[in-house]
């Protein structure tokens, strides 16, 4: 997306091609990309609109912490074998389906992580590579066991609220204004756990202090973005970020031209 594909956009379309012109949005994974982008290119974009965020904090990857628990499926005693763990629910906290069965049900997709479903995806992307060219997977599918070694690469490589605290020193002065994020509290998938851990980050930096929002949906489930009913999320923000666009653009800067 960097190196690849925004140069040829702006290239081919009328772009202004600066990194203060450049903000990133989205839902759900995409949600996670536009907080993401922020983090590992805090020189090449100027605003994040997050919209209720893949998990933030893998100290909470939905219900699960990869780093204490030794198994994703079962919670509280050892001795306990019910997959008791949930990973999908209706706002009345209906549980719709387990951490087990949706991992069983990408097992029966595709093997090694080819299923191309939600866990999978997370699998291939965080982690690393296996001996068998395919990607590490953090948990067996068939017993749960946590794979510590693969949980400790997702640590370093993708937990962006440990990555946000880990670099703090280099990050906060280039986010300084630039996060804004949504997200339901009673989320279908238990996301919102993960995007409180964030803004207790981000709410308890100083010199700078972080100067964005997490704003929450009471009662709203997957999805929420926070735009009035009847209304897309994009057509509801862009007013927004074309003012803060035009709020931080450098002395000098075209801030006229692309008003029409």
Request: proline share 6%; with cysteine.
């Amino acid at each position: 997306m960097i190196d690849e594909l925004i140069p040829v956009v702006e290239e081919k379309f009328r772009a202004i091609g600066e990194p203060w012109s450049r903000t990133t949005f989205g839902g759900s994974t995409g949600g996670w990309r536009a907080l993401a982008a922020h983090v590992f290119y805090p020189d090449f974009f100027n605003g994040a609109w997050v919209f209720c965020p893949d998990p933030v904090d893998f100290r909470y990857f939905q219900l699960v912490d990869i780093y204490d628990d030794e198994n994703a499926y079962y919670a509280g005693s050892s001795f306990k074998k019910d997959p008791i763990r949930p990973w999908m629910r209706s706002v009345d906290d209906q549980v719709l389906m387990t951490e087990r069965d949706a991992s069983i049900l990408e097992l029966v997709l595709g093997t090694r992580g080819r299923s191309g479903d939600q866990m999978d995806i997370f699998q291939a992307v965080y982690g690393p590579v296996g001996d068998d060219g395919y990607p590490r997977l953090l948990y067996d599918k068939n017993t749960g066991v946590i794979d510590k070694e693969v949980a400790s690469y997702w640590k370093e490589n993708y937990d962006l609220r440990y990555i946000l605290e880990r670099d703090r020193e280099t990050l906060g002065p280039k986010l300084e204004g630039k996060l804004r994020i949504y997200m339901g509290d009673t989320d279908t998938f238990y996301l919102e756990e993960a995007t409180r851990l964030l803004e207790e980050l981000l709410e308890g930096t100083n010199n700078p202090h972080y100067r964005g929002s997490v704003t929450w949906g009471q009662r709203e489930p997957h999805c929420y973005t926070g735009a009035p009913p009847g209304k897309s999320f994009l057509s509801h923000y862009l007013p927004e970020m074309a003012d803060h666009v035009t709020r931080t653009a450098p002395e000098g800067a075209d801030v006229t031209s692309w008003k029409y």
